[in-house]
């Protein structure tokens, strides 16, 4: 196939696999039509079963049923399914007290569908005592490490891969030491590849919060395919089997514009799914994102080949390829700083966000860690590369070390990058920049203000521990008056516990002010995203969280 046709038909593929997450699904996805014990509902003594009916058969993924400590009552042997209905066998003799029954099942279109509700046995008075017990619960789920784990052994075999291929494009692919550059590029690409595949898995099998055995259910990996990584997989995939294409056919020009064009598509991937390309405003923050990831994979992706020139071939040989490498770097590790800050700055917005939240703090440990491997860049670029092609004694050697030194240094910022990825950002979530300033007084619940747009919510919890729950919501709208949306929905989840978003409608009390009688049975940090209907064409979304202590 002539290469510019084979060009423009790539480019057109890669544009219709960036666009599906902005495809709106035809499908119609399962509805829940019954549910018992009815949500809110308060038995005089344990039920049997809880029973869901859904309006068209399902599989279940996740079917749990938690106590007030956060314990399961029920196993996935309790969980069975007949046509549209599941059912939890539960346990004789449940103690009373209120107990949360979250759910998910993938639909006959093939999609996941979530939810919970509440319910009570007798007085629903969680004990407070079990709170202790719950911090375990609220820690990072084995799911997360293995998804950070197999992230940052990702993030070094696309490094290596993409950024060795560009280092033959770019730098150099004479030296006899570039056939081993190939063969190293070639098997980076095939482990990110399976990493990356995995990593579907993985993030179906968190999702579902299911067992390690979960990975061999097809439904785990539905999920994961279903999901925007999904999309993100497919196009990294895709440019990476054009980099492996290109790596195979070794040199001549067409071999290194194929080589280009793979990096460039499996980069491209990283500009459809995760915190950073999807926040607000997505038309700066996902090119930014790869740009920033194109100029790393130049950096650190070149280190290793220049490594192995250094110990292999004589100083005045390998001066050439550090001098083209130093020259593009001077240019390309300030855009690559330059889009990092920028992509970091619209994450966190304020000096509170950098330094007062868990994704802040490791922000500013990633950016110590990418300081100190500037400061060996700086070194090398200013003194030991003039010493190299002077031919000083010992140049080679000191420069080598050096760029060990670099590496661990790279290495150890791919791991705090894996782990920004399982913390949520300050404004992720959102619809439109917000910010959070919450205030907690003892006795008298929690507090928290939310923005969308020029809309402010206020939203007030109390008593802000175990049980039900008051919700007050004032919604201030554009011009600073109360406003008056036709409809207030509040949803509430909580991650960290795997509990799905329930719906609850708001009730008016005043102009402006909205209540909601909120069950929230276990202690954590819940997420409460309020739905405001300004008109029948707008809506206007707040995202905040609430401890429950």
Not at 5 to 13: D, E, G, K, S
Not at 54 to 64: L, N
Not at 277 to 290: D, F, M
């Amino acid at each position: 196939m002539p290469a510019p046709i084979w060009f423009l038909r790539t480019i057109a593929v890669v544009a219709t696999l960036l666009s599906l997450p902005w495809i709106s699904q035809a499908a119609a996805h399962a509805v829940l039509l019954e549910r018992y014990p009815a949500e809110n509902a308060s038995l005089p003594s344990a039920p049997d079963e809880v029973r869901l009916r859904f309006d068209e058969a399902v599989s279940p993924i996740s079917m749990r049923v938690l106590d007030a400590s956060g314990r399961a009552v029920a196993g996935p042997e309790d969980v069975s399914e007949t046509d549209e209905t599941v059912r939890i066998r539960l346990s004789k003799g449940l103690p009373a007290g209120s107990y949360v029954v979250t759910y998910r099942v993938i639909s006959a279109d093939s999609h996941p569908v979530g939810g919970s509700y509440v319910f009570a046995i007798g007085p629903a008075a969680p004990d407070a005592g079990l709170n202790a017990r719950l911090a375990d619960t609220s820690g990072i789920p084995p799911w997360a490490i293995l998804a950070t784990a197999l992230r940052a052994l990702f993030y070094a075999a696309f490094l290596l891969g993409v950024g060795g291929s560009l280092f033959l494009v770019l730098v150099d692919r004479q030296s006899p030491v570039a056939r081993t550059d190939r063969r190293d590029g070639l098997a980076a690409c095939v482990a990110a590849a399976l990493l990356l595949v995995i990593s579907l898995g993985v993030e179906g099998a968190s999702a579902a919060a299911t067992p390690l055995a979960g990975l061999l259910d097809p439904a785990v990996w539905r999920i994961g395919i279903k999901s925007t990584m999904g999309d993100s997989t497919a196009v990294t995939l895709l440019g990476l089997a054009v980099l492996v294409l290109g790596l195979v056919q070794r040199t001549g020009r067409t071999a290194s514009s194929v080589m280009a064009a793979g990096a460039i598509l499996a980069v491209a991937g990283f500009g459809v799914t995760g915190h950073a390309a999807t926040a607000e405003p997505r038309w700066l923050t996902a090119p930014l994102l790869v740009l920033h990831v194109l100029c790393a994979a130049y950096w650190a992706g070149a280190l290793v080949p220049l490594y192995r020139r250094l110990g292999r071939e004589p100083g005045r040989v390998a001066a050439p390829a550090v001098r083209r490498f130093s020259q593009l770097a001077l240019g390309i590790v300030p855009v690559l700083f330059a889009a990092g800050l920028i992509v970091a700055f619209v994450q966190v917005q304020t000096l509170e966000g950098l330094i007062g939240t868990d994704y802040g703090q490791r922000l500013l440990a990633k950016l110590v860690l990418v300081t100190g491997a500037l400061f060996l860049a700086g070194f090398n670029k200013l003194k030991l590369t003039p010493a190299l092609e002077r031919g000083e004694p010992g140049a080679a050697r000191l420069l080598r070390r050096s760029i060990a030194a670099e590496l661990v240094f790279i290495a150890s910022v791919l791991v705090a990058t894996a782990m920004l990825g399982q913390t949520t950002p300050p404004r992720a979530h959102a619809a439109e920049p917000h910010a959070h300033h919450t205030r907690e007084t003892p006795g008298a619940g929690f507090a928290t203000t939310a923005m969308a747009g020029n809309r402010k919510l206020l939203l007030e919890a109390a008593p802000a521990h175990p049980g039900n729950n008051r919700l007050t919501l004032t919604l201030v709208d554009t011009d600073g008056k109360p406003a008056a949306p036709l409809d207030v929905t509040v949803w509430l989840s909580n991650p960290a516990l795997g509990i799905e978003p329930s719906e609850h409608k708001a009730v008016r009390t005043a102009p402006g002010r909205y209540v909601v009688e909120a069950p929230l049975p276990i202690a954590g940090t819940w997420t409460i995203e309020v739905d405001a209907l300004v008109t029948d064409f707008e809506k206007a979304t707040f995202t905040t969280t609430v401890p429950i202590r």
